[in-house]
């Protein structure tokens, strides 16, 4: 019986924090969705343009690398390793970023993270897009060489065609969306958040490690060519770190502090009229009470009369 009794309290302890942390979380999402639903769209964006450029893709001999030089090729056989380290990263990712639903630990708002994210996201898409429509380079995966069936995309035959992109097949047996990776984007976004927000050291040094394994095993799977990943390393780095320093820092909800939600504009606006109404009524005070005070000798003057502030003896 008691076994089954801690059980269902823990089990109603976690329930109730479930239900408040999400009340919570519905409250900034009511705020912030805007920014969210356009990060969202964007990834439909950037799909779509990874479609079109699949059909400008041609096929032709493999470009000179040297990290294919120095890696030994997975081959087709084995090229879901990298895909599946890539799934682990990203679930785990996700996962983390709802931990505050269930564990006290918290230092972040699971909508306000994420809204991090995508802007990273995004402005890290939005050069890729630019690099990989300014030059179509032969893909180097199996599927995109000569005499693959899905090395070249016939013309569509409507517009729903283009739209739908074929997801996910259109997205994992793409051509032409080399420069720079988009695994790499997802991986370094990912570990750079956990880096600022994670409590674990062991955890973050182990997340970069495995983005070295998952560059590695990009290029040995011959999904990219070494420049897709090298230029995604120091290019989402810098877009992190110039995107991070225009966001508004997140609240630290590990501080203890009450008052920890974020503040809207319409509650900045009203704080700030109350702030100068407070400063306009004490300015306002009669100028009596203001009057100067001096001292002397161990009395005090008030315009001109001698006030004895030394103990009356008796």
């Given at each position: ?8 309290r ?14 919570v ?27 079109g ?50 564990l ?9 993270i ?63 969306d ?8 997802f ?103 203001w ?24």
């Open positions: 019986m008691m076994p089954a009794l801690y059980i269902a823990g089990a109603s302890k976690v329930v109730r924090r479930i239900t408040s942390e999400t009340s979380e519905l409250k900034i999402l009511s705020e912030k969705w805007q920014l969210l639903l356009a990060g969202l769209v964007f990834q439909y964006i950037h799909g779509l343009a990874a479609r450029v699949h059909y400008l893709h041609r096929p032709g001999p493999t470009l000179q690398d040297l990290g294919f030089m120095i890696l030994p090729e997975l081959g087709k056989e084995r090229g879901y390793i990298s895909e599946t380290l890539f799934t682990f990263i990203f679930l785990s990712f996700v996962l983390w970023t709802f931990h505050p639903f269930i006290q630990t918290k230092r972040f708002y699971t909508v306000l994420w809204r991090r994210v995508l802007a990273f996201l995004c402005a890290s898409q939005f050069l890729r897009i630019i690099t990989f429509y300014s030059t179509q380079l032969p893909g180097p995966n199996y599927h995109c060489r000569e005499g693959s069936p899905l090395a070249r995309l016939p013309q569509p035959q409507n517009v729903a065609e283009v739209l739908l992109i074929n997801f996910p097949r259109g997205v994992i047996y793409g051509c032409g080399l420069i720079f990776s988009s695994h790499m984007i991986t370094i976004v990912f570990v750079v958040t956990y880096q600022k927000y994670g409590n674990i050291r062991f955890i973050k040094m182990l997340a970069w490690c495995v983005a070295i394994a998952q560059s590695l095993l990009i290029i040995a799977s011959r999904k990219h060519y070494s420049v897709d990943v090298v230029v995604a390393w120091y290019t989402v780095n810098l877009v992190i770190f110039f995107v991070d320093k225009k966001l508004t820092e997140l609240p630290d909800r590990s501080a203890g502090s009450t008052s920890v939600l974020p503040v809207s504009m319409k509650e900045k606006d009203s704080k700030l009229k109350e702030d100068k109404a407070r400063l306009v009524n004490v300015n306002s005070v009669d100028s009596a009470d009057r100067p005070w001096t001292q002397m000798n161990g009395k005090h003057i008030e315009n001109g009369n001698h006030l004895d502030t030394e103990t009356t003896k008796t």
